[in-house]
């Protein structure tokens, strides 16, 4: 029950015990098919570009930020916590011109900040998180999307923490282009990054194809602009083996593909605006809760998100040890935080798999046994109530 | 029955259906650990910092590449395949200076070559494939290694098609860096690349330590040197995840991490001297059963993998037909190939959970087959007799 990765959906883990076909058996690219099929709906797109990049949900914001931002190139990050930071890290490596504006954690920006940032900094790409887990902060972006399509800049979104539990909207957003990953609201584990591309995205990436030596014909040649600092995240040359033609780059990793595959028939199987209901649900039936816990939470929370949330560590209780007595006595994980909140908050989950009545009852009941031994004050019974009152019981 | 990826150990299948637990659980942080200790065994070495980068096969590769190479830095690549020019298109993404030395596909390097090009082109490191599947070549490695040491220059190999079914020595080899993949001899996906880093290879690399925005405290600040040019690929500061202080970086591929353990103990059970007999037995019989059907190997057969076979198409049939014919009739993959050899010759594996004597038999009575009714000429039976031989039979 902590900010993810969290358990996993029961037929995701029996996905991945599926036997493997060879990387161009018929089988297996139509699973990458499908799978591109089943992504568009997912990220709510048109975009024929939608496709995992194998790797953590790390590697998909690499490979997005490092395919499209030439050394030089100036791009804007608003930060509201760690995966911000995370942002910027990432393109001031790939060499970019990293500029940045921050609210205080617990915050979001509005459309007029972004906007006038944009105006003084002139980016090419605005990189921003969707939810960031360090803060629970959900990052409102239908109005940023049509910012930036109006200032013609690129908009890129780590969705990692949030999609699958609240809405995301790419093509009705307008967001150029996004990436998840599956071991939170999607109910797997970490180890693939779905992404998708929109045409102002590609027009830029696509002007960097470069097919590698070794596999190179007379249809297949070097390219001739800046060639991508990556080859492991060169987007052109993954879109090529994604495509019709097969162009061999890395070996898809077939059982994180059926994963990853699995995690999106799932979602929508249950339907995506149920699905996100439901994380509404469980995550408002924990905030109800940890109130009656006589915790109070961390942040604006009209902008929380639904899957996760933050409390402050009473004062006179050790947060470690509460979170060790959970772990070790009721086998329930709860989250630590980072940098200005480390130590100040914990952060406990309802996502994927994990949310669910009886996760966010049995975490309260467990949660209200611990603290009342540490010594905090509060009324017994009251948290497991106020949940049952948020489930209409 | 193709060069990789192939079909997995049920072992390794099963393993991936594990349910997750937290990132900092210590059942997982656990697990690491111990994976840490099964691949100092699979590496035949005492080196601490033996542990898995989050991508494919070639997600290793990078990642050894771009932590130890600065822009304008000097690598020599001595190329004998397809994954040779690999090598060069990662280091020159780096920036790197790349020096290559070529021999014909089919032959490998005498390491008498490789001291004469440390000495024109007076490199930082070597970086070279161990066995090469374009060409079915295995590279002898153990002079270079001398070598290497003698001229003071890193080794990083590139060990994914050949390590668990052909001798492989870090530590005697005098070896600094190494890098695997899953997908090949060690039977399971692809999507985890097991390394290893000798105390030379560190020493160059933990000069560029640099902590993350975002994670930094008094203890853990930014670094000096030049900074890696990739953060999904920063092996100090994966050391640092993996190691007591648990800093974080990605969320750990946690199924994958289940892989490839059972992987390694699947190894280390049947003993790694007798898993690379039987690749060794299996591909004796398959090359001989080849023959058999009166099709000419290809390349130095003295320097062959064990675990697969180069063979010429008859000039008489239709390569990519008969290929299509093995899956759609017999379902079983042979492989074709790239570059120069495209068209020329078909790839056969026995690798992994695939090098086994019904395997090798029934391949060659379907091939037997698919070639008959393709018009091919050879004497009925007597590729199934010339393996029944290899095997005692």
Redesign the interface.
């Known amino acids: 029950m902590?900010p993810?990765?969290?358990?996993?959906y029961p037929r995701v883990?029996?996905a991945?015990?599926?036997?493997?076909?060879?990387?161009y058996?018929p089988v297996m690219t139509g699973y990458m098919n499908e799978t591109m099929a089943l992504y568009r709906q997912v990220f709510m797109t048109q975009n024929q570009q939608t496709l995992l990049v194998?790797?953590?949900?790390?590697?998909g914001i690499?490979a997005m930020i490092?395919s499209c931002l030439e050394p030089g190139d100036r791009v804007l990050v608003p930060i509201f916590g760690?995966?911000?930071?995370?942002l910027?890290?990432?393109a001031?490596?790939?060499g970019a011109k990293v500029f940045t504006i921050e609210v205080a954690w617990g915050e979001v920006f509005k459309a007029e900040q972004i906007e006038a940032a944009i105006k003084q900094f002139d980016p090419k790409m605005v990189a921003i998180v969707q939810g960031d887990t360090?803060t629970t902060m959900l990052q409102p972006l239908a109005d940023i999307g049509e910012v930036c399509r109006r200032l013609d800049v690129i908009l890129y979104c780590d969705g990692t923490a949030s999609i699958g539990g609240n809405a995301f909207e790419t093509d009705n957003w307008k967001i150029d282009a996004v990436s998840v990953?599956l071991?939170k609201c999607l109910g797997g584990?970490?180890?693939s990054a779905p992404i998708t591309m929109g045409e102002r995205y590609l027009d830029i990436i696509n002007k960097r194809r470069h097919i590698?030596?070794?596999?190179r014909d007379e249809n297949h040649q070097a390219g001739q602009n800046s060639?991508?600092?990556?080859?492991?995240?060169d987007l052109p040359m993954i879109i090529d083996y994604w495509g019709d033609e097969r162009l061999?780059?890395?070996?898809?990793?077939?059982?994180?593909l059926y994963?990853a595959r699995e995690c999106a028939i799932n979602l929508l199987d249950e339907g995506i605006d149920n699905c996100i209901a439901r994380h509404k649900l469980n995550g408002d039936a924990m905030l109800a809760g940890v109130k009656g816990l006589n915790l109070k939470p961390f942040g604006d929370i009209s902008n929380k998100m639904n899957n996760v949330v933050g409390v402050y560590i009473p004062e006179n209780v050790d947060g470690e040890a509460i979170r060790h007595q959970m772990?070790h006595d009721f086998n329930i994980?709860i989250g630590t935080s980072?940098?200005p909140l480390h130590g100040k908050i914990w952060r406990i989950g309802t996502m994927g798999y994990n949310a669910r009545q009886d996760c966010v009852l049995s975490t309260l009941q467990s949660l209200e046994s611990v603290l009342r031994r540490n010594g905090h004050k509060m009324k017994l019974g009251e948290a497991v109530d106020a949940a049952f009152s948020v489930y209409g019981k």
């Open positions: 902590g993810g990765p969290i358990n996993c883990l029996s991945m015990s599926t036997q493997l076909v060879g990387q058996d194998d790797g953590t949900s790390r590697a690499e490092v760690r995966f911000g930071h995370l910027t890290e990432i001031e490596r790939v360090s990953g071991q584990p970490s180890g590698e030596l070794g596999i060639r991508i600092q990556s080859n492991y995240f061999n780059h890395h070996t898809e990793a077939a059982s994180m994963c772990l994980e980072f940098g």
